[in-house]
């Protein structure tokens, strides 16, 4: 039997989930109000607005859980996201010719996972432009539109509200492409739901080189 390493505590784990459902929730009711005409997922332009701006709470609220306990509980936060010296020199092409070429004919994942370094060069790289860039540039933009009359200086003095709505438009677009190639790449385990379990349940199977030569 494979052994089990604990990946992902609960924490983050909520934060995972809340955050998915709050994000596709976002792109969902955020295509209604930018496209009323074509795209109608609720039928109604008001509420569109309503469940948008309460996802956009959710998807604040859980940053800050998933910000709290990798910081300040866990204290992993940039030796999980950041990619080291090695991963930007050979880790991420090594990866990419694995995900490109070496899965397709059952060659080993280059990455083992332990829970001190559980994301491969290419992982880390997106997860850290995701949860350091592209979030808080979201929230930010979100709350400021949120919020035009009464912090309408502060919107100024970040290029006005043509600037951020561009910006929070931008972001929405790079979510999209994320959400795709995150979840496709996610199903190329040892088995395709293989990381999936964790984010489920915390605990991953550490994969076995002579199961599938993975
Ligand atoms: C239905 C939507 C989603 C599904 C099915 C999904 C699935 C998964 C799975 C299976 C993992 C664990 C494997 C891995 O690390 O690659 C994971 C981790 C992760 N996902 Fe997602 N995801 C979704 C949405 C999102 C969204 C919208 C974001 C961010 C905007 C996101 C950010 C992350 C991050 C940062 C991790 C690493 C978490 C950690 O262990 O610290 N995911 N996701």
Redesign the pocket.
Known sequence: MNEKIY??PTP?RIW?WL??FG??TLVLTGAEIRFPEYAQVLGNYKAAVRLHDTAGIVVTLSFGLWFIYYAFVARNLLR?YIPSREDIQRGMIRQAVFYGYQYFRGGPNPHHQTPEN??NAL?KTA?AA??FV??PLVIVTGVLMMNVSSLREMVMAVGGLRLLIGAHWLVACV?CA??FT??Y??TLGHTPFA??K??WTGWEEAEDPSDRNT
């Open positions: 990946l992902t983050v995972h955050n998915a994000i596709i999980l559980k994301f992982q997860y995701i949860m592209c979030i979510f994320f959400l995150h979840i790449l996610a990381h999936f964790p984010m």
